[in-house]
């Protein structure tokens, strides 16, 4: 009896044993089908800014509240991976009911772009070969396994509401949705909180939700082709709740995103012979040196200002005289002069000459020390500003206390009369 | 089997004279009342609905098996067993002429009845709150899921019970054994955060299995794989803290 008893507790725990490491097992290796859309997503990404030379990308939302479209937006995008080219077209009514189209196409060389309402075709184009961006893959940033770990985290037991239909010719299709009661109440609250700030944030146009606010529904479909490519995806969410007035509003946001002529895309650059053309050469702002300097040899001045008889008088004007400028050095001469009536306004420092450094990696930017005539010594600033074709010159923060009232301005802008 | 039937009398009576049991009553409908406040600061706070009527008892249900009803088997499964042992009362048990398998299995059974009480407590005014006090959204396919949630709900929970009545068998304090379950409950869910691919074999996650019962496709090989792995490590307990109980000397 002793050992039968024995017998059988063995028996149970290793029966209890088997059973719980087969069927974990089992868990762990069968995917889900958030497993499975997250895969697709992220071969999709992978083919299309790796292996396809060409592909287009159908974009398109609508905003509807109780079946009446609020806003809609088309996109087309076509990239050529080749050749580094891209061409959009974009279309659509705003909240505000207008309608609007645009027209973009974008090279290494150039970037054109037109609108409905402008029909001149804008063109930048580029002294140097660009870097081809026209599509990165989002999964290969730094952040994105850390974004992924807390999004598996965030879906947790929803993984399950995404359904998975196998096709006979290899591809697969995805659908999920979720009803009120299958959402968290907290991921409810929460979102619907954030979207009802959102909407109400913006234009009037949008009904202004303030009591039962609520998702109401989450609905997603996508179409995997046998080589794990997504081809399409459509996602739909419903938001629920009444206005000031009492008026139920059902506002309903559908996105849908195709994929379609794999590596048999051609992207054209639009033909500009016989159109408005407004042509500029782009600036490399972003460098730390300013392109041809010479063009701010020169002067530059702006006007010295008392306030009287509650009016602006001006009394005469500041001038810089840049002699000298190249990329590290710049060199020149400042002074002031004043109007006849107003030479007791003049002061020892009106007359100064400076050399100045640009700081290292610092566009533009220079400091500097000078002797005034009657010896004194002092430090300044320089700021060449190329954006807008000014310098901005300080002299140990004299504009900020006026003497005798007058008005000094740090912005000089060139004299060229 | 009328043998049983006395010990499992005997265990539900000594269960049913303590005041943990009405503790967790007070605290089940705590649970409730709070849950149904903070549903009602938020609507007329930021306008938002919170729950409707039978997203409520969903609402109460995951806060519940998450925190009060562990907590509160935990409690009744160690005063079931390290209670006894230290209170030497274990002795007058087993003076009976039942077995020891009997016993054990009728204390299993008491703690059993325990949870599915609670939880039917919980279901019945989580129900009545939800339809009282918020907006109806009850069609009878969401409120037979939710009894159902409620229901399933069970299965996890006595797993649960079972490995606190082993750490009971092995740790002679009841609150080294309180302590001891909180840790490892704490553990399997931070563990269920960081390997979230690995976190369907987890107790803890399991006592969301009730999820799975609400997609619309009913993910029938998904429920059958939790409810087998859910089986296969109650198996594992029950016997391993049937075996130290049965080698136990008073």
């Known amino acids: 009896m002793k050992l039968k008893k024995k017998t059988v507790m063995l028996a149970t725990f290793t029966v209890g044993t088997l059973l719980l490491a087969t069927t974990a097992l089992a868990d762990i290796a069968s995917k889900s089908g958030y497993d499975e859309l997250k895969d697709a997503l992220k071969v999709t990404a992978q083919q299309s800014s790796e292996t396809f030379d060409s592909f287009t990308l159908d974009y398109s939302l609508a905003l509807k509240d109780n079946g009446k479209t609020l806003t809609s937006n088309n996109e087309t995008s076509k990239f050529d ?70 999004a598996d985290a965030i879906v947790g037991s929803l993984k399950d509401h995404v359904i998975v239909t196998e096709n006979p010719d290899g591809s697969k299709g995805l659908a999920g949705s979720l009803s009120e009661l299958q959402i968290p109440s907290l991921v ?108 701010f040899v020169g002067k530059f001045k702006n006007d010295i200002l008392i306030e009287k008889d509650g009016k602006f008088v001006k009394v005469g004007q500041r001038f810089i005289d840049i002699t000298h400028m190249e990329n590290k050095l710049v060199e020149g001469r400042y002074y002031e002069e004043y109007k006849p009536g107003f030479e007791e306004y003049a002061t020892s420092t009106r007359d100064i000459e400076f050399s100045a450094q640009f700081e290292k990696d610092q566009r533009g930017n220079a400091n500097f020390e000078y002797t005034t005539e009657s010896g004194g010594k002092g430090q300044g600033n320089l700021y060449i500003d190329d954006f807008h074709g000014k310098v901005n010159f300080n002299l140990n923060n004299r504009n900020q206390s006026p003497r005798g009232g007058m008005m000094f301005d740090s912005n000089f802008t060139p004299d060229l009369d | 089997m009328a043998v049983f039937q006395a010990a499992l009398i005997n265990e539900i009576e000594k269960l049913y004279k303590k005041k943990k049991v009405l503790v967790a009553v007070l605290l089940s409908l705590a649970v409730i009342v709070i849950g149904q406040l903070a549903i009602v600061g938020v609507r007329s706070g930021l306008g938002l609905r919170g729950a409707g009527s039978l997203e409520f008892p969903m609402l109460v249900l995951s806060v519940f098996v998450n925190t009060v009803l562990p907590l509160f088997t935990a409690l009744v499964a160690i005063d079931s067993f390290s209670g006894e042992f230290t209170q030497h009362t274990m002795r007058i048990t087993l003076t009976r002429p039942v077995s020891r398998f009997k016993i054990f299995c009728a204390k299993i059974t008491a703690i059993m009845l325990f949870i599915l009480g609670a939880l039917l407590l919980l ?117 391993t803290g049937f075996y130290l109980y049965d080698k136990k000397e008073f």
């Open chain 1, 188 to 295: 409810n609250a929460v979102a619907s909180f954030q979207l009802k700030q959102e909407f109400n944030g913006i234009q009037t146009q949008m009904p202004h939700l303030t009591k039962d606010v609520f998702v109401k529904e989450v609905k997603g479909t996508a179409k995997v082709n046998k080589e794990g490519v997504m081809e399409s995806i459509l996602g739909s969410a419903v938001l629920s709740g009444k206005d000031e007035q009492g008026t139920a509003h059902d506002i309903s946001i559908e996105v849908l995103v195709t994929m379609k002529d794999i590596n048999s895309t051609t992207v054209t650059k639009p033909d500009l012979t016989g159109k408005k053309v407004v042509r500029n050469i782009a600036q490399y702002y972003s460098k730390s040196e300013i392109s041809n300097p010479e063009k």
């Open chain 1, 81 to 150: 991976r080749l050749k580094g080219a891209s061409e959009g077209s974009s279309s659509g009514v705003s909240l505000m009911g207008e309608k609007y189209s645009s027209q973009t196409y974008s090279d290494k060389m150039t970037m054109i772009r037109v609108s409905d309402g402008d029909p001149t075709y804008y063109v930048t184009e580029f002294t140097k070969e660009r870097e081809d961006r026209s599509f990165t893959n989002p999964f290969k940033e730094d952040r994105a396994d850390d974004l992924e770990k807390i």
């Open chain 2, 123 to 239: 279901l019945v005014f989580s129900v009545l709150a939800g339809l009282i006090f918020n907006t109806n959204s009850a069609t009878l396919d969401s409120f037979s899921r939710t009894i159902f949630s409620y229901i399933v709900s069970l299965f996890p929970m006595l797993v649960l019970a079972l490995g606190i009545v082993l750490l009971a068998n092995i740790f002679k304090s009841g609150i080294t054994v309180f302590f001891v379950s909180i840790i490892i409950f704490l553990t399997f869910k931070v563990l269920g955060l960081i390997f979230s691919q690995y976190s369907s074999i987890l107790l803890t996650t399991q006592l969301d299995w009730y999820n799975l019962f609400l997609v619309n496709s009913f993910p029938f090989a998904k429920i059958v794989r939790q409810f087998l792995i859910m089986l296969g490590s109650g198996m594992m307990l029950f016997t």
